[in-house]
């Protein structure tokens, strides 16, 4: 599947990790920590979709129309195959369109003779296909399978 990376996403704190995952593979995903009642605004006024643990603010969400995704399990590869299969993200990683884990903006992918390197151009920060690549393929393929299985 190829998804729709336009889809945008608020992350409450129960859900911390799958925010970068969620960066790596190229969506506008949002880290948040605080009151339910602003978050549920500030997926309004932006036209987010509410990623959460909590069924209060999950039923909350969804009275007030903003669209929302009640996540169950704490395993990372059972949350990523459960939204390729419930809102059709992407499971895999464009190297062309992908975002920093640590800031959420766009990296710019610079080819080298010997590795390609994505540097974010808001923290600096800088990434490239170390051994922990290896852990995030195996992830994204086992999620690929979750994902398709209905």
């Not at 299969?85 to 992407?90: A, D, E, G, L, Y």
């Not at 990683?93 to 010997?114: A, I, Q, S, W, Y």
């Amino acid at each position: 599947m190829n998804g729709n990376r336009g889809q945008r996403f608020l992350v409450d704190a129960m859900l911390g990790n799958i925010v970068s995952w969620l960066r790596i593979l190229g969506y506008d995903s949002e880290y948040w920590d605080g009151d339910d009642g602003k978050l549920v605004q500030k997926a309004l006024e932006e036209d987010r979709i509410i990623l959460t643990k909590d069924r209060e603010l999950y039923v909350y969400s969804m009275r007030c129309g903003v669209q929302a995704v009640l996540i169950d399990g704490n395993n990372t590869a059972q949350i990523l195959g459960a939204l390729n299969r419930k809102n059709k993200i992407s499971l895999e990683f464009d190297p062309e369109n992908t975002r920093c884990p640590t800031c959420n903006h766009l990296l710019r992918r610079n080819k080298g003779v010997f590795r390609d390197e994505w540097i974010c151009s808001n923290c600096g920060k800088r990434y490239w296909m170390g051994r922990h690549w290896k852990n995030i393929t195996r992830i994204l393929e086992e999620a690929k399978k979750i994902g398709r299985r209905s």
